[in-house]
């Protein structure tokens, strides 16, 4: 990415070989503005159509997605410098997700009937949850299609309009997917993307027409917005990665579980919010699993599996990282050598003290932790002991145990005997706790996120002798009230 001087443009790089992808309009507070305005009129077109025209028109978006892979794939390839096979993945996850927030949404939001309770016998209770009117979304580089769309289809589903504002790095992406998206809706800008750096990102946060932010990115930025959130009492969904650690239990497939924690490390150069950065092993099989991953770990290759490190201020943060990590522990695989910008070798340390900024603070590069523990128990309270709290993994044959340990692990998703799988199934929410951020995308958590509920209860006749909110109550009504509810509630026996 560079700016030039006093210019209202900027330009992504491949970050592969510098060269210019695209040329983007730094947009300021003012266009912001003119843009969250914009979405707030085609917001309420939006949110009229009701949710079954909504759903034809996110289903045909889905087509249009799909039949633009390739295009959308090389894009992201040239602007993340990921190969385009994992850019394919990433895309077709979004379209899974397109898929299920359209064919969801009526259900989840559309007005249903509650039982309004004995006390309220007379009464018709119904809940819907409406649209907010203009979402904004602050999106990163790292998955500039899948996790940006996480928010952005399901607000869009949920009846919003979408002010997108992607990374700096990756704003041809973005671009490109609200390009797409007015193919299928021609009418009114439901989706529009304003580019720019950290400003263009600060005005949409701090703009009084937004009815909530969706942020993906670092936990210090996340404070930033919140801030700019604070003035007009914006919420917020926060989504601010993590230092994800995998448990290999003593029965664990350790071929398996090398293998997951390997990809789960090094796929996407490390740069995945859900990615493993730490790995507890049960003394037991410690070492057939060091052999097995220093094994497959050693088989890949930075600019053939995954591509170089997008960001390059990245760089210095993952190689201060190994750097305290082999000065306090053991490097099994690569080392400070390993760093050769913009790729960034594989690298596997073991014995890296608790305290070391690689064991605590999110690397985002393709290096891993190995930490020896006395059973599963003890990985498992090492795992939580961490500012973060987002994903987390285990390996164990016993389904029970390593259910357990997922229940109890620190953090929004927990994968058994995969790696990051909860991430492709549409249904189950995603985000996380403690410094990963808080708030939920994905799933039927994922729709509500992006819509307030409203309650309305309906007087279907009055009740006789017990109007109750009335200047007009006497001493009987509320006897007959007492009576009732001891009727209702005084036993207790249950
Ligand atoms: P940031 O948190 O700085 O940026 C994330 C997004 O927020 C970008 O779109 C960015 O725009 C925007 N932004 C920056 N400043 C502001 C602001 N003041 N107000 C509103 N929006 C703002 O992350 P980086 O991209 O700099 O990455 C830094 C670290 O964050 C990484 O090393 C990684 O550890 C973590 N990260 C985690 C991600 C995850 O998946 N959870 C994703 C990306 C990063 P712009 O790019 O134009 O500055």
Redesign the pocket.
């Known amino acids: 990415m560079t700016v030039s001087a006093g210019s209202r443009s900027f330009d992504s790089l491949d970050p592969a070989t510098g060269e210019v992808v695209g040329t983007h309009p730094v947009h300021s507070a003012a266009d912001v503005r003119a843009a969250v305005e914009r979405a707030a009129a085609a917001g309420r077109w939006w949110a009229g159509l009701g949710h079954a025209a909504r759903k034809t028109r996110l289903l045909d978006f889905k087509a249009v997605l799909t039949q633009n892979i390739r295009r959308i794939a090389a894009l992201v390839s040239a602007e993340t410098g990921k190969p385009r096979g994992d850019a394919t993945l990433e895309i077709v996850l979004a379209i899974a997700h397109t898929d299920w927030a359209a064919r969801h949404a009526a259900k989840v939001l559309g007005p249903r009937r509650v039982f309004p309770g004995l006390l309220g016998a007379n009464l018709s209770a119904t809940l819907e949850y409406r649209p907010l009117g203009v979402v904004g979304v602050?999106?990163?580089?790292?998955?500039p299609v899948f996790?940006p769309a996480g928010s952005i289809v399901y607000a869009l589903a949920a009846g919003n309009a979408v002010v997108f504002?992607?990374?700096?790095?990756t704003p041809g992406t973005g671009a490109l997917l609200a390009e797409l998206f007015a193919e299928s809706v021609p009418e009114h800008p439901v989706l529009q993307v304003v580019t720019?750096?950290?400003?263009?990102?600060?005005a949409?946060?701090g703009d009084p027409g937004i009815g909530k932010i969706a942020?993906?990115?670092?936990t210090?930025?996340?404070k930033?917005?919140m801030t700019?959130c604070a003035q007009n009492l914006t919420p917020l969904v926060a989504?601010?990665?993590?230092k994800d650690a995998m448990i290999v239990a003593a029965d664990a497939d350790l071929r398996a579980a090398a293998d997951a924690a390997v990809w789960g490390a090094m796929s996407n150069a490390g740069q995945?919010?859900v990615g493993v950065e730490r790995v507890y092993v049960v003394d037991t099989v410690y070492e057939p699993f060091m052999r097995e991953l220093t094994e497959i770990a050693g088989r890949v290759r930075a600019g053939e599996h995954y591509g170089p490190i997008t960001?390059p201020?990245?760089l210095d943060?993952i190689d201060r990282h190994i750097g305290a990590a082999v000065a306090s522990g053991t490097a099994v695989l690569g080392g400070p050598g390993s760093v050769r910008r913009p790729y960034v070798d594989p690298v596997v340390v073991e014995d890296v003290p608790a305290d070391s900024p690689a064991m605590r603070e999110?690397t985002?590069g393709p290096t891993v932790t190995v930490s020896r523990v006395a059973d599963a128990e003890e990985a498992l309270a090492l795992a939580n002991a961490s500012a973060y709290g987002l994903g987390g993994t285990v390996f164990s044959r016993d389904k029970r145990r390593a259910m357990d340990l997922a229940r109890r692990m620190r953090g929004g998703m927990t994968a058994i005997n995969s790696i990051i799988s909860f991430a492709g199934v549409p249904a189950l929410p995603f985000g996380g706790v403690g410094d990963s951020g808080f708030g939920r995308i994905h799933g039927a958590d994922g729709l509500r996120e992006f819509a307030r509920p409203k309650a309305i209860s309906r007087q279907r006749f009055p009740l006789p002798g017990m109007n109750l909110t009335s200047f007009s109550r006497g001493q009987a009504e509320l006897d007959r009230l007492v009576r009732l509810v001891t009727i209702l509630h005084g036993r207790r026996k249950h």
């Open positions: 602050i999106g990163p580089w790292n998955y996790t504002k992607p990374s700096e790095y720019g750096l950290g400003e263009t990102g600060a949409l946060a942020f993906t990115g670092s210090p930025t996340a930033r917005v700019a989504e601010c990665g993590g995945t919010c960001m201020g990245q943060v999110e985002f």
